[in-house]
């Protein structure tokens, strides 16, 4: 509110809707590597001599008559947009007619992609334009309208608000003007960290199956106990602590005896550290455990540790009948709450039911159900609030913390702690470890004790953060203070401090700083992670979720888009409906596209109710009925769909529409483009299958692709438009011109051509016939092949069979249908059906001239390139998945999943040994008989 009163005090005759507007959508990529800037110059040369690259763009317009025109024109790569535009309005102007769209208004001219709602104009050189550097890079025709627009959408001043966080005075802070005595600061108490149960548990259901999953008698009584554990992001930073058991007597069906619990030693649950030492991000994790009477004597007097480790072999074994204790449901709370008071008193705990324990790193969320499991929780209390302090801590705290320092450097391994020479050794192996290596007590020791001398390495950060101990305050404040001083992170890198292991509010307050630095480009690369990481913030309110709104709102067509759709996904969830709900509220509060919002939402609600329909009608009526749903339904007059901002529609086009013969029968969407009547939206519309895995495959498939781009490499990869909307639904882009490579087999001889080298060749001749289009279409199948088969070996592609694999008809292959990755290959009756490392068929190599043609020596060399640029990006590619671990992707779910990649990517190798082993799994995918087999019984079977 103060930000906006200072606008209008600057700016007192610019209206709110105007201050707040969106500009016209501008799509910018990063500027060329100069490799790709040369080769992209002698595809497309202006001066045969001088070897500068243009661009020829077709521009439309409406004349004087109000009819369509256009001509042609070229640019040179280096032109700026608006220069462009100012060459083209000199040569047309006195063709075009304005007057009756004007009204009087001063008029300012820009390119809009045709059919898109997608614009090209200010500073920025031509060839950064998304639309015009794609179109150049498949030799494709540039269409563009010139569009007049009102001036004063680019000549107003412009309101962003900056959504700082709001001051909250400390009272521990030596510098707060509030009294010193008014509050207690944590670091002068002398308590222990304790709390206590308090009562029995309220809404304590156990449902039969899990009593027969169990193998507990329903007749049979049960003792309950209450799990405790500290924790600060994914370290738990004391050993578990555990009530005593009490018996709840015919447990099955007394809700009424669970609730008047009496625990024997009063529900008391002490820890071993100091309270005066714990981080502001401490997180309590509580876990109900159960045991019934016949199993509990071997538990009663069990640790805390014993209980976990009982209930977790258990639970890995594949002939689990039930054991001796189990796990109901789990919650968790932090210590602090936003404001940095610390909690007292009674609090109720609300239980999700659970047969795990409690997640560390999972959102501290309170259950919303009212039928949930709940008790009470009593924290010390205190005379007054307890504050967490900032600032420098007192010389005690410094104290403690040289001499806790100085017992872990005398606890360092034999040939370290003597040797300094053996200590720079250790320290240049941690350094060049990847994300996934654990660090030792001796490689966090000498990190710490070298921590000033990485100062002015910046990618030292994160491995000197996790050296740091959160329970001794000086080390905290240290690491505070040293986050000022070290060489500035790059904002890609900085994607790591967001992971779940850093739960420091400081260090994830720095971690963002870095990321704004990106441009839109950039962030909207890795939106997807950004989203998902709110899960790890201790409190609603935070430096990611702010960035996030502030940048949804400065550029929605990149980044609140999909920032939207990415939270809506996920809302329902009741886990984190509460978070991504309110960060939801405010992002469609302040957008001046609230209403688009509304419209996408609507949209997609009336497309799942077809579906719907359809999944319940006989076969032979699908279409039928989802032709007569789609008739029915009412869409508005113009929308866009939630698969791409730049999509603009103004109907569905029935008649085209089908169900697709899938499992889920997926509905084939054909949308009227609004922009130009004569172009159609092609989408598949899923209901009931999970895109969460597709969406992160495409997006990963897509960096590697900006990965070989900026390496100078183009190896013509289409990560095709997908997204999630909801649980089970969502939309996928239909790529044009292309088939399956089954069908196109299945047209030359069905499932006995599977073997037959030529089916692939012939289809492509069927649509190129110059020798232009044939080259064109040879390179264009060369180096897609090349880049699926390192992308698809790298990620751990399953299901690879000749349906999910497409050819577009200039020539370019690509991947579809993202199901399986890391490895996850499938089997039957314990065999694996996949044992090829990717898809490379005789019918490939035949495409690309035989086994000695020059063509397929340039296909290994360049597969091997882009391999090792893969490897040299190793971290970048391991991160990505780290940050993921939050989405409950069954394939997704622990470090060991992502272990694939260290696997694969053979980090200790040369490029030259790497090399070699590429070329020989080509061999092995070439001589692979299985998956030839394997194409064969899938035309036959389908």
Known sequence: MNEWKSFQSVNPSVPERLAMRSLPQAFFVPPLPKAR????MQMWPS??????????????????????CSSRQKFPFDTVADDAIRLTMSSILEFVKMEEKTGGTALIFVFRVKGRNEYIYGSQPLINFRHIRECVSKQAEIDVVVEPKEATLFTAPLFRPSYLPRALANPCDAHSSKSSTSDICLWDLANKLSLRVVGGFENL?????RMKEENVRDSSNLYFAVLVEAYVGTWRCCEPQITGWQLCKNAKNSHSLATKLQWEDGGKVSFSIDLSNVPRELRLCFTLVASS??????TRAATAEEVIAAVEDNAKKPDYQGHSVFFLGTAATQLFDYAAVMRMGMWRIYLWDGKTRANPIGLNSINPDSNACTFEVEFPCFDKPVCFPSGRPPQ?????ARRSFASREAAL?????NSEVEQLRQLKRVLMYDPLVYLTSDDKTILWKYREALLGRPKAMAKVLSAVNWLMPFDVYEAHCLLRRWSPLAAFDALELLDAHYADLV???????YIDKMSDYELRGCILQLVQVLKYESYHYSALARFLLRRSLRSNHIIGHYVFWYLAAEVKNLTMCERHGLLLEELIKRSPHRLNYVRQVYVCNELLKCALKVQRAPKKDRVKCLRASLAKACFPDRFTLALNPSMECCAVDIDECKVMESKKFPLWLSFRNHLDQDERFLIIFKSGDDLRQDVLTLQLLEFMDSLWKASGLDLHLIPYGCISTGEGVGMIEVVLNSDTIANITRREGGAQAAFNFDPIINWLRHFNHDRSEVERCLWNFVLSVAGYTVATYVLGIGDRHNDNIMLREDGTLFHIDFGHFLGNFKSKFGIKRETAPFIFTPMYLYAMGGSSSPIFKYFVDIACQAYNTLRGHSSALMMLFMLMLSTGIPELQTLEDIEWLRRVLLLNWTDEEASKHYKGLINDALNNFRTLLNDYIHIMVH
């Open 37 to 40: 800037m040369d080769l992209l």
């Open 396 to 400: 005690r705290k410094e104290e403690d």
């Open 205 to 209: 259901v156990i449902s039969a199956s």
């Open 293 to 298: 009477t016949d199993r509990i004597a071997g």
């Open 507 to 513: 260090v994830r307050e720095q971690a963002v700083e």
């Open 413 to 417: 391994s034999s040939h370290l702690i």
């Open 47 to 68: 001066n045969a001599e001088r070897g500068d690259g243009s661009i020829s763009m077709r521009l439309w317009y409406v004349d004087r008559a109000g009819s369509r």
